[in-house]
C-alpha cells in the first residue's frame, strides 16, 4: 500500500471515531445535576474533610490523622466499603468500640464488603495512615490523598489529605 492510501485510511477512521464519540455523548436532559431531586443526598458527614499534614519527612516514617464521620439523617446508614487512593495510604475506623481495616488500594489489596450499620447520630473514627516512604525516593514533594466511605445512603463520603514530602 503506498502513503497516500494509508493516510485516507487513517482520515476516514479518524472521522469515523470522532462521529462515534459526538453521538455517544449524553443529552442534556440525561445529565443528573447538583439540584436533581432524584439523586440522593448522603447522610455522611465528616467533621473535617481534609487536613494538611505539612512538611514531613520520609524517614521519620508513617504519620496519621483521624476524622470523625456522622450519620447526619434520621434512618441507618450502612458503610459498604472502605478503600483509599493510593497504595501508600491505609484506612481503618472505629465504630461501636470495633476496628475494621486496615484497607487500602483497590487493585493492591483485596477491598472486602463490611457493611457496617450507623445508627442516627452514631459517629464512626475514620484513621489515614500515610506511609511517605512507600513511593521510595521518587516520592518526595506535594501529594495529595483520598479515602473514600461508600455508602447506602447515596454519594461515597471522600476525605482528603494532603502533605509535603521530604527526604
Known amino acids: 500500500m503506498n502513503k497516500k492510501a494509508i493516510l485516507g485510511i487513517g482520515l476516514v477512521t479518524i472521522a469515523v471515531m470522532a462521529i462515534l464519540i459526538w453521538f455517544g455523548q449524553p443529552v442534556a436532559e ?22 494538611d499534614f505539612g512538611t514531613i519527612s520520609m524517614a521519620k516514617g ?8 456522622t450519620n447526619t439523617g434520621t434512618d ?17 475506623f472505629v465504630s461501636n468500640g470495633k476496628t475494621y481495616g486496615p484497607f487500602g ?45 461508600e455508602n447506602s445512603a447515596g454519594k461515597p463520603v471522600e476525605i ?3 502533605a509535603n514530602v521530604t527526604p
Open 76 to 92: 441507618p446508614v450502612t458503610i459498604n466499603k472502605v478503600y483509599t487512593s493510593c497504595m501508600c495510604t491505609t484506612a481503618s
Open 160 to 162: 482528603s489529605f494532603t
Open 62 to 69: 508513617k504519620v496519621n490523622h483521624a476524622y470523625t464521620v
Open 105 to 149: 488500594m483497590p487493585g493492591h489489596t483485596a477491598i472486602p464488603s463490611i457493611d457496617v450499620s450507623l445508627a442516627p447520630g452514631a459517629t464512626v473514627q475514620i484513621e489515614a495512615v500515610f506511609d511517605p516512604a512507600a513511593h521510595g525516593p521518587a516520592g518526595v514533594g506535594p501529594i495529595s490523598r483520598v479515602v473514600i466511605l
Open 30 to 51: 440525561d445529565v443528573a445535576t447538583a439540584d436533581d431531586s432524584n439523586t440522593p443526598e448522603s447522610t455522611l458527614k465528616a467533621q473535617e474533610t481534609s487536613f
